[in-house]
């Protein structure tokens, strides 16, 4: 599951990231507590699509219908969040340098046809799962593209690709 992938380099990422800092000097320690100030701008490729896309966890709480979320990975491959009850998990990745095509063949050989599409005057498709219940959908941004892919239970309403876009469309919409 195309989720499960991302998912699994995030959790990855995040142990890799944990491994790192655990043998260091405390030194600075204080400073990772306390709240962050914005991310740096990142002078390359194509926009700076910042931390989860630039949407919040409130955002896709409710623009991607989760319920009370019970779990998020965060790091610099991207996102995840799990919802509580339902068995609904979203997840936002970007991929610096990277084409589009590599990633419309990658859903196409799993099974989701991918739907040509334009979020904010960019191109990208959305590739719906056959059981209607997940749904990548990947913008380009010059070399560069994002995801966001939405992966809901039987039991939830609606389209997972109308969510999926209502996340895009804010990530565009907030491109640094």
């Known amino acids: 599951m195309h989720g499960m992938r991302i998912r699994s380099a995030i959790v990855l990422g995040l142990t890799a990231a944990f491994a790192l800092t655990g043998c260091g000097s405390d030194q600075g320690a204080e400073e990772a507590e306390g709240p962050r100030g914005p991310a740096p701008k990142v002078a390359a490729l194509g926009p700076f699509v910042g931390e989860c896309g630039h949407v919040t966890d409130n955002e ?46 990658w859903v196409t050989t799993h ?20 059981t209607g219940r997940i749904c ?8 560069d593209f994002f995801e966001w892919s939405t992966s809901l ?14 996340l895009a469309e804010l990530t565009i919409e907030r491109l640094g």
Do not use: H, M
């Open 111 to 130: 099974g989701r046809p991918p739907e040509p599409i334009t979020v904010g005057g960019r191109t990208g498709f959305a590739a719906l799962d056959p």
């Open 60 to 105: 896709v709480r409710d623009l991607g219908g989760l319920g009370p979320i019970v779990q998020s990975y965060k790091n610099a491959v991207g996102c995840n969040w799990q919802g509580g009850g339902l068995g609904n998990s979203i997840t936002f990745a970007s991929y610096r340098g990277s084409p589009l095509e590599r990633e419309k063949a």
């Open 136 to 143: 990548d959908l990947a913008v380009q941004l010059d070399d």
């Open 153 to 166: 239970s039987s039991s939830s309403d609606g389209s997972p690709c109308d969510r999926s876009r209502a």
